[in-house]
């Protein structure tokens, strides 16, 4: 929800080793589609682990307000009640995505080709993000779409009466684009196509195969091609959703620089499409173990080892980056204390986050004297092995920033402050307790 509440600063000073078990919160992708999908299949979808932060929450109020029924019964434990494919109705009020991109622009997929009307709006960062991406592909359905300049929010989108099939060649590799349009195909008779040049977060097409849509993936010289056919009858499926890689990867990335770490992080989602981090640290030379790798909820899932070791830098290659889009803020503290430069390529999409993660990381990095050189799609860490830290990092309403920061002055020489913790429960609302239980100074 867009609330204006006092900013929250906090600082991270050096600590002893991390030691422990991380649990931490369940997938945000695969919660919001649960939520998503759940409203849009007939009967009720039980969800275990759903990650109770605020950007999913927000979705589980939109999809009340197009009529859903959802109800917590535990920790984690949700039913949603489902009114079928083409079955939301207009919702009274506005619909405020908070900090949201994924649930902006999945709902409005979900709802562009039903013939209902809604708008759309969401706090200061994501009122800066570009919406076109979505809106362009949905008005080619037949939607009719009001846009603030600039193709920002607030939105009002009128649902198609008669919606037709699209075929369309994403401009970037974005999960989130390819979803707003397989949602969309669902209301649509015939086949809806997403051409991407890379392949994106597959969640979407996992859980409509499980939820009994018909869709399949082929890749092509065209691309990697997902085709969907219309109108199925969604079948409630239970979900347990598997744990967060890419929160995962903020006590990875402290136990991997604080001397003397040693942590388990089980249960954790390792999914080829999410995994880039992981493979680039094992470059790295991380000491990190996958432990009993199984398949839970249709995603394969590991429990991860993580010890303290010496790193070096290296080239994350552009073709890379989609599958690590959300841990490059984390992965460029990581890199200052490796041996030599990380040079990560291709990161262009860094720039239109809750933040422009390139800008804020290189500009909080540089106060806590880490040299950082950045382009308009690149960004070049040198490592050191000291530290110095002692400087104040602006999180710009984003939450990857301020838990990356925070790592970061768990092994500088001198504390790291930022200026607001508040931001972090979007999606991890228990990092700052589970990090201080395995050992982190956080005030
Ligand atoms: O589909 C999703 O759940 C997401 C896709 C990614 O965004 P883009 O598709 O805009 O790259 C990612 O950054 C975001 O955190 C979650
Ligand atoms: C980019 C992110 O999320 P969203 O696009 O859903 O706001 C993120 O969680 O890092």
């Known amino acids: 929800m867009s609330h204006s509440v006092e900013p929250r600063p906090m600082t991270s000073r050096r600590c002893g080793p ?55 019964h535990g920790p984690g434990d949700w039913s949603v009640h489902g009114v079928g494919v083409g079955g939301f109705r207009s919702p009274e009020g506005v619909i405020d995505c908070g900090n949201s991109g994924t649930g902006v622009r999945l709902i409005m997929g979900a709802m562009a080709t039903t013939p209902i009307t809604a708008t759309f709006t969401g706090d200061a960062s994501l009122s800066r993000r570009p919406m076109a991406r979505v809106t362009d592909p949905l008005a080619q359905f037949g939607a009719r779409i009001t846009t603030r300049e600039g193709g920002r929010l607030p939105i009002t989108i009128e649902g198609a009466q008669d919606p037709v099939p699209v075929t369309y060649r994403t401009p970037v590799a974005s999960a989130q684009i390819k979803s707003a349009i397989l949602l969309a195909g669902l209301n649509v008779p015939g086949d809806t196509v997403v ?6 977060r597959d969640h979407s097409e ?13 890749t092509t010289s065209d691309g990697h091609r997902i085709t969907l056919t219309g109108r199925p009858e969604l079948r409630p499926q239970p979900v347990a959703v598997p744990r967060d890689p890419s929160s995962a990867a903020f006590p990875v990335a402290a136990a991997l620089i604080v001397p003397g770490s040693e942590i388990r992080v089980p249960g954790v989602s390792r999914n080829p499409t ?45 073709a890379r980056a989609a599958s690590m889009i959300d ?58 092995a000291r530290v110095p830290g002692g400087g104040q990092a602006v999180t710009h309403l ?41 050992g982190a100074e956080l005030a």
């Open 18 to 72: 991390l030691k422990g078990l991380a649990l931490v919160p369940g997938d945000k992708s695969i919660s919001h589609r649960a939520l998503i999908l759940g409203a849009m299949a007939v009967g009720e979808t039980r969800i275990t682990g759903l990650l109770e932060g605020q950007d999913v929450l927000d979705t589980a109020r939109a999809m009340v307000a197009f009529g859903a029924q959802v109800t917590q």
């Open 195 to 200: 051409i991407e040049s890379e392949p994106t």
């Open 206 to 218: 996992r859980m409509l195969t499980g939820f009994g849509a018909e869709i399949r993936t082929e």
């Open 274 to 318: 999410r995994d880039g981090l992981y493979v680039t640290l094992l470059e790295m030379g991380a000491d990190i173990t996958f432990e009993n790798t199984r398949e839970e909820g249709g995603e394969p899932v590991a429990d991860l080892v993580v010890r303290h070791g010496p790193l070096k830098g290296v080239r994350v290659p552009a």
């Open 327 to 384: 841990e490059f803020p984390i992965l460029s503290v990581i890199a200052s204390f490796a041996e030599g430069p990380t040079v990560m390529n291709g990161v262009s999409e860094l720039r239109v986050k809750e933040s422009d993660r390139i800008d804020a990381m290189a500009k909080g990095l540089r106060a806590n004297s880490v040299e950082v050189e950045d382009t308009a799609d690149s960004m070049t860490v040198h490592g050191m």
């Open 398 to 438: 984003d939450h990857r920033i301020a838990m990356s920061f925070l790592v970061l002055g768990m092994a500088t020489e001198h504390p790291v402050g930022i200026d607001d913790a508040g931001p972090i429960t979007t999606s991890f609302p228990d990092f700052v307790p589970l990090m201080t239980r395995l």
